[in-house]
């Protein structure tokens, strides 16, 4: 019995070690990318669900040359801190893509970017958003924020005091992956949130399903609430169909556009 003991204390190490190992190996990663200036950006377009014109887009972070995906390193980039200079670049370089596609004469959309808890702990990316737009000189409504649930669980107060200055400034803020964690219809009534992001999860449980009544009433709420409804990862016309007959103000997902990197040069719409 001891000894079954030890062993079990011994692959419980070993796990404990290719975790730890894991997330260094990570944020090495992180670091290397942060210093060789290997983060880019994907957007990926959010349509209309009346004509599937492109409203906005999202823009989704990569690393270049490295085989890590977000849901890899994002994690490993919030719990080590770093997603706050991260946070930093994204907003600049959104910011210098609008400014680009303008003089280009590219007609602008709004760009969302995804912001985590993390990244409003203290004021200074509320600052350096409303400096960017300044220095680049682009009304406010261009750029939107996506947050999640978590950060009104991490550092309720604060967040909401911060999402609200930026909302007074004209950016629309998103609850983002409504459907997954704890996903309470009360969040919906105090966060200053403009659209209510639906998570592809809860539209493939839900959509097609003899209980597709719950999808319908949600979206129904939301409007109720006056908040846009953006349904996420929708893959297939008969999905598209379905969610412009329940309401669905906006579509985002691989039926509609891929992520990936648009030129500077080129047109805005895919
Ligand atoms: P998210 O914010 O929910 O972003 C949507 C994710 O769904 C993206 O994954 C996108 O590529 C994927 N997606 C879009 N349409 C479809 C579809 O039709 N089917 C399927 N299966 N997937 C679809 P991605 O780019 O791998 O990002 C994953 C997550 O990483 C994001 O989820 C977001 O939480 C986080 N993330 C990405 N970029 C950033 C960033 O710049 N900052 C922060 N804080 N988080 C980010
Ligand atoms: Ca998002
Ligand atoms: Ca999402
Ligand atoms: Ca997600």
């Known amino acids: 019995a001891k000894k079954e003991g030890k062993n079990r204390f011994c692959y419980f190490t070993e796990a404990l070690t290719s975790n730890f190992d894991y997330a260094v190996n990570v944020e090495k990663e992180l670091r290397s990318a942060l210093e060789e200036q290997r983060f880019v950006l994907f957007y990926q377009a959010i349509v209309s669900a009346e004509d599937g014109d492109v409203v906005s887009y999202e823009a989704l972070l990569r690393i270049e040359a490295s085989s890590l995906s977000p849901v890899e390193f994002i ?3 919030e719990s080590s801190g770093l997603i706050v200079p991260i946070g930093f670049l994204i907003v600049e370089e959104v910011c210098r893509k609008l400014n680009k596609w303008r003089e280009n004469g590219v007609l602008l959309k709004p760009i969302a970017i995804n912001i985590s808890a ?4 203290d004021n200074s990316l509320v600052l350096f958003i409303k400096t960017c737009l300044k220095r ?3 009304p406010a409504y261009l750029l939107e924020i996506e947050v999640t649930e ?3 669980i991490e550092n309720s107060g604060y967040a909401i005091q911060r999402l609200e200055a930026l909302r007074a400034e004209g950016i629309s803020i998103s609850l983002d992956d409504f459907g997954t964690g704890y996903s309470s219809l009360s969040y919906l009534t105090y966060m200053p949130v403009d659209k209510v992001k639906i998570d592809k999860g809860l539209k493939d449980k839900f959509l097609f399903l003899e209980n597709s009544a719950v999808m319908k009433n949600l979206i129904s709420i939301c409007h109720d609430l006056n908040l846009k409804v953006v349904t996420e990862g ?3 016309e008969a999905e598209y169909q379905r969610l412009k007959s329940f309401g669905s103000d906006l579509i985002q997902g691989y039926y509609f556009d891929k992520p990936g990197p648009i030129g500077d040069g080129g047109k805005m719409d895919p």
């Open 234 to 236: 929708v893959e297939t």
């Open 150 to 152: 978590s950060v009104l």
């Open 75 to 77: 994690p490993i980039a």
């Open 136 to 138: 680049y000189d682009l």
């Open 118 to 121: 993390k990244q409003l702990y």
